[in-house]
Nanobody, 122 residues
Framework: QVQLVESGGGLVQAGGSLRLSCAAS????????MGWFRQAPGKEREFVAT????????YYADSVTGRFTISRDNAKNTVYLQMNSLKPEDTATYYC???????????????WGQGTQVTVSS
Protein backbone atom coordinates (compact mmCIF):
# COMPACT_ATOMS: atom_id res chain seq x y z
CA GLN A 1 0.00 0.00 0.00
CA VAL A 2 1.26 3.47 -0.92
CA GLN A 3 -0.30 6.72 0.17
CA LEU A 4 0.45 9.85 -1.81
CA VAL A 5 0.08 13.46 -0.69
CA GLU A 6 0.57 16.34 -3.10
CA SER A 7 1.54 19.85 -2.13
CA GLY A 8 2.84 23.05 -3.68
CA GLY A 9 -0.14 24.15 -5.69
CA GLY A 10 -1.44 27.70 -5.65
CA LEU A 11 -2.21 30.81 -7.66
CA VAL A 12 0.44 32.17 -9.99
CA GLN A 13 0.54 34.66 -12.85
CA ALA A 14 1.16 33.53 -16.39
CA GLY A 15 4.87 33.10 -17.00
CA GLY A 16 5.51 32.18 -13.39
CA SER A 17 6.72 28.96 -11.81
CA LEU A 18 5.60 26.45 -9.23
CA ARG A 19 7.08 23.26 -7.88
CA LEU A 20 4.73 20.49 -6.89
CA SER A 21 5.76 17.77 -4.48
CA CYS A 22 4.27 14.35 -3.88
CA ALA A 23 5.27 12.61 -0.68
CA ALA A 24 4.78 8.87 -0.51
CA SER A 25 4.42 6.61 2.48
CA UNK A 26 5.70 3.07 2.52
CA UNK A 27 9.06 1.45 2.03
CA UNK A 28 8.48 0.43 -1.58
CA UNK A 29 8.37 3.89 -3.13
CA UNK A 30 11.56 3.31 -5.08
CA UNK A 31 9.95 0.29 -6.76
CA UNK A 32 7.28 2.35 -8.47
CA UNK A 33 7.20 4.43 -11.57
CA MET A 34 5.56 7.77 -10.80
CA GLY A 35 3.36 9.97 -12.88
CA TRP A 36 1.72 13.38 -12.79
CA PHE A 37 -1.72 13.92 -14.29
CA ARG A 38 -4.06 16.90 -14.29
CA GLN A 39 -7.74 17.52 -14.61
CA ALA A 40 -9.46 20.77 -15.46
CA PRO A 41 -13.15 21.33 -14.71
CA GLY A 42 -15.33 19.53 -17.23
CA LYS A 43 -12.40 17.76 -18.83
CA GLU A 44 -10.88 14.30 -18.70
CA ARG A 45 -7.86 13.63 -16.55
CA GLU A 46 -4.81 13.95 -18.75
CA PHE A 47 -1.22 12.81 -18.61
CA VAL A 48 1.48 15.34 -17.78
CA ALA A 49 4.73 13.49 -17.04
CA THR A 50 6.14 10.20 -15.84
CA UNK A 51 9.42 8.98 -14.38
CA UNK A 52 10.86 5.50 -13.97
CA UNK A 53 11.65 3.99 -10.58
CA UNK A 54 15.33 4.91 -10.92
CA UNK A 55 14.69 8.35 -12.35
CA UNK A 56 16.64 7.43 -15.44
CA UNK A 57 13.72 7.66 -17.81
CA UNK A 58 11.21 10.47 -18.16
CA TYR A 59 8.44 11.25 -20.61
CA TYR A 60 6.24 14.32 -21.05
CA ALA A 61 3.05 15.35 -22.71
CA ASP A 62 3.68 17.54 -25.74
CA SER A 63 1.85 20.42 -24.08
CA VAL A 64 4.39 20.66 -21.25
CA THR A 65 7.62 19.53 -22.90
CA GLY A 66 10.33 22.10 -22.37
CA ARG A 67 8.44 23.82 -19.55
CA PHE A 68 7.90 21.11 -16.92
CA THR A 69 10.45 18.78 -15.33
CA ILE A 70 9.68 15.66 -13.33
CA SER A 71 12.21 14.34 -10.83
CA ARG A 72 12.33 12.11 -7.79
CA ASP A 73 14.31 11.61 -4.62
CA ASN A 74 13.94 8.01 -3.50
CA ALA A 75 15.72 8.72 -0.22
CA LYS A 76 12.95 11.19 0.62
CA ASN A 77 10.11 9.18 -0.93
CA THR A 78 9.17 12.23 -2.96
CA VAL A 79 8.51 13.05 -6.59
CA TYR A 80 8.52 16.61 -7.91
CA LEU A 81 7.08 18.52 -10.81
CA GLN A 82 8.86 21.77 -11.60
CA MET A 83 6.56 23.92 -13.71
CA ASN A 84 7.98 26.94 -15.51
CA SER A 85 6.51 29.40 -18.01
CA LEU A 86 3.04 28.58 -16.77
CA LYS A 87 0.06 29.35 -18.96
CA PRO A 88 -3.61 29.84 -18.09
CA GLU A 89 -4.36 26.55 -19.84
CA ASP A 90 -2.22 24.78 -17.23
CA THR A 91 -4.90 25.56 -14.66
CA ALA A 92 -6.10 22.24 -13.21
CA THR A 93 -5.99 19.93 -10.25
CA TYR A 94 -2.71 18.04 -10.39
CA TYR A 95 -2.49 14.44 -9.21
CA CYS A 96 0.48 12.20 -8.63
CA UNK A 97 0.23 8.47 -9.11
CA UNK A 98 2.33 5.35 -8.51
CA UNK A 99 2.40 2.38 -10.82
CA UNK A 100 4.43 -0.53 -12.07
CA UNK A 101 5.59 1.08 -15.30
CA UNK A 102 5.96 4.46 -16.90
CA UNK A 103 2.94 5.22 -19.01
CA UNK A 104 0.95 8.12 -20.41
CA UNK A 105 -2.24 6.20 -19.65
CA UNK A 106 -3.81 6.35 -16.20
CA UNK A 107 -4.62 2.65 -16.14
CA UNK A 108 -1.22 1.24 -15.06
CA UNK A 109 -1.17 3.54 -12.04
CA UNK A 110 -2.44 1.81 -8.95
CA UNK A 111 -2.23 4.52 -6.30
CA TRP A 112 -3.37 8.14 -6.55
CA GLY A 113 -3.11 11.21 -4.40
CA GLN A 114 -5.94 13.61 -3.62
CA GLY A 115 -4.62 16.37 -5.86
CA THR A 116 -3.41 19.92 -5.51
CA GLN A 117 -4.94 22.90 -7.29
CA VAL A 118 -2.89 25.02 -9.67
CA THR A 119 -4.43 28.23 -10.98
CA VAL A 120 -2.63 30.37 -13.54
CA SER A 121 -4.00 33.87 -14.06
CA SER A 122 -3.59 35.78 -17.30
Amino acid sequence: QVQLVESGGGLVQAGGSLRLSCAASGRTFSSYAMGWFRQAPGKEREFVATISWSGGSTYYADSVTGRFTISRDNAKNTVYLQMNSLKPEDTATYYCAAGWSTSDSKYPYRYWGQGTQVTVSS
